[in-house]
T-cell receptor, first 115, second 116 residues
């Protein structure tokens, strides 16, 4: 079974600071990787996803993530955060083979951006 | 920490039957629960948002009569797939928001439904 670990539970940054949220997974096969964001009071939204190809994935709102297979990592980055990025961020993984595959979420990282 | 139990984790049913999926918050009160569905090779798609004691709000394109959602208590929400068909086969996952921890969301482990 796969698992996901997000190292930072709570991150506080000033506006314009750079962001990197860690995500590591464990699974014996090939995977699909996701980063989701949940703004206060709202439902989950997809930021970006990796299925195959270029390991550097660009998503919405200036976010990007890099899949490093040798490190089993899929860290989320943004060069300059804004107050509106205050939200909770979830990394998720699912096996890439087969049909309906289970998605496993990390415990989330709460990001607070201070104006 | 907050735990959400989703049951069953895996179910196979015959076409035309109904299946109920439960989502329970074990150690906190969940004022809001979200139900998602994942299609193969895709990300999660929100189906509906349910608030305790009121009718669920369904996303566009989601059939209310097909996917019945009940959130009768602060610790339990259920999704019933009525008259299931093979195209309903999917992975369903719930997420619960803890009232005492604004912004805190916990996900269930998901339910893999296969309709044969």
């Amino acid at each position: 079974a796969q698992s996901v670990s997000q190292h930072n539970h709570h991150v506080i940054l000033s506006e314009a600071a750079s962001l990197e949220l860690g995500c590591n997974y464990s699974y014996g096969g090939t995977v699909n990787l996701f980063w989701y964001v949940q703004y206060p009071g709202q439902h989950l939204q997809l930021l970006l996803k990796y299925f195959s190809g270029d390991p550097l994935v660009k998503g919405i709102k200036g976010f990007e993530a890099e899949f490093i297979k040798s490190k089993f990592s899929f860290n989320l980055r943004k060069p300059s955060v804004q107050w509106s990025d205050t939200a909770e961020y979830f990394c998720a993984v699912s096996p890439s083979s087969g049909g309906y595959q289970k998605v496993t979420f990390g415990t989330g990282t709460k990001l607070q951006v201070i104006p | 920490g907050a735990v959400v139990s989703q049951h069953p984790s895996w179910v196979i049913c015959k076409s035309g039957t109904s299946v109920k999926i439960e989502c329970r918050s074990l150690d906190f009160q969940a004022t809001t629960m979200f139900w998602y569905r994942q299609f193969p090779k895709q990300s999660l798609m929100l189906m509906a948002t349910s608030n305790e004691g009121s009718k669920a709000t369904y996303e566009q394109g989601v059939e209310k009569d097909k996917f019945l959602i009940n959130h009768a208590s602060l610790t339990l929400s259920t999704l019933t797939v009525t008259s299931a068909h093979p195209e309903d086969s999917s992975f369903y996952i719930c997420s619960a928001r803890e009232a005492a921890r604004p912004g805190g969301y916990t996900f269930g482990s998901g339910t893999r439904l296969t309709v044969v």
